[in-house]
């Protein structure tokens, strides 16, 4: 009992990597994404 493995920081490591994981799917979406929603917005501000 005296040697029982710590795991406090076990949840922040997870919460670490879930948040990586988010960042780099949103990262990857942005940059499929972007200039498709780029033109759009071009063709709105030209349309005014």
Do not use: H, K
Not at 22 to 43: E, K
């Amino acid at each position: 009992m005296l040697f029982l493995p710590r795991e406090e920081g076990q949840g922040l490591v997870e919460y670490a990597l879930i948040l990586v994981l988010v960042s780099v799917v949103v990262i990857i979406i942005l940059l499929i994404l972007g200039p498709t929603i780029g033109n759009v917005f071009s063709d709105i501000v030209r349309r005014l």
